[in-house]
């Protein structure tokens, strides 16, 4: 009797197999590279607006720093306005990190969540190098407001993802909340939040007791103690 067994079928899969981690070995190589490549133009972008501010940002000096050609960059990041706003949610993702830490340490104690997350937030912008230059180099003193701007007028992405952390860990701890309730709360924390980052009057752990007592009453829970 013949004992010979028909592998063709197998090779044929293996060598599919094959095939489809070639390509998804390249896909991956592809995306690493853009990833590179974004950070190296966000790094060096980010080095010119602390040593002379965002005015002195140009898209040619951003592509030959980083070795590809000023079509490159604009392909990949847009306008100038474009790669000032990847700069900024680069900047500010480890701060919503971090904020969502904070909140999930507090699971049902509403007041002691929003405080935590409030003054992590205000403390770790006050000490950024980009966030201070971008508050503080302003016309008056050799800058210009059109990164500023990002956290201002045209800061929708950064109140949105803000909003979005906050939200989700308040839907998850109060699910039976009014969900106007919850709305109002969260963008009223949020916006004075980041008024008081923009314009800091007061200290951070006073500012954040009082976003919590908002929270609260908001959400008609008790006053915090």
Known sequence: ???NVDIRPYGVVSARLCAMSVVDLRAETRAYGRARLRDLAL???RDVVLDRGWGAV????IATEVGISRQSLH???GTKDDLGNALVMRETAEFFEGMRVLLAEHPG????GVAAAAQY???VAHDNPLLQTILTLTPANGGDVSLLSLLTIRGEPLIGHAVEVLGEWVGEQWPSANPEDVRLMVESVVRLGLSHILT???DARDVAGDLALLACRCLRLPDPD
Request: net charge negative.
């Open 1 to 3: 009797m013949s004992t």
């Open 43 to 45: 790094d060096a972008a």
């Open 58 to 61: 140009r898209m040619g000096a």
């Open 75 to 77: 392909a990949e990041f």
């Open 109 to 112: 104690d509403l007041a002691a």
């Open 121 to 123: 937030m205000l403390v």
């Open 200 to 202: 800091p009057t007061r």
